[in-house]
């Protein structure tokens, strides 16, 4: 699991800090309400990236990259799920900004079923043959 993210994330930081101070030399009225606006837009941003990271440092993000031991079983049977190939999903947070999630769609290898993504431990989709 990927956790090196420090360097990247203070990056994102120091660019919300001078953004807001950049827009407030901008705005030197601003009301609270527009001050707050303002910074949420920016925090947003930073939390979306955060939180795409955060979730692609999975193991079940990528299958074939993960350690045995890490690795994703199926919900309904216990096997062990392989990567049948990598989909994307686009996902709104709830400062809607766009999360743009790679991971792999996984096929247990005893039952069949497929599951994406396939850390979900909500069951296995069967007979899906696609993603």
Request: proline residues 4%; aromatic residues 4%; contains cysteine.
């Amino acid at each position: 699991m990927r956790t090196d993210f420090d360097a990247q994330w203070e990056q994102l930081a120091e660019e919300v800090m001078s953004g807001m101070k950049e827009w407030r030399l901008q705005h030197p009225r601003a009301s609270l309400r527009e001050i707050e606006s303002a910074l949420d837009e920016r925090l947003g941003r930073m939390r979306a990236r955060m939180l795409q990271d955060a979730v692609l440092a999975s193991s079940a993000a990528d299958i074939k990259a993960a350690q045995e031991v890490e690795r994703p079983v199926c919900a309904e049977c216990g096997g062990e799920l392989a990567e049948r190939t990598r989909a994307v999903r686009h996902l709104v947070t709830q400062h809607n900004q766009t999360l743009e999630l790679e991971r792999s769609y996984g096929v247990c290898s005893q039952c069949g079923g497929g599951v994406f993504p396939p850390g979900r431990r909500t069951g296995v989709v069967t007979g899906e043959s696609d993603p």
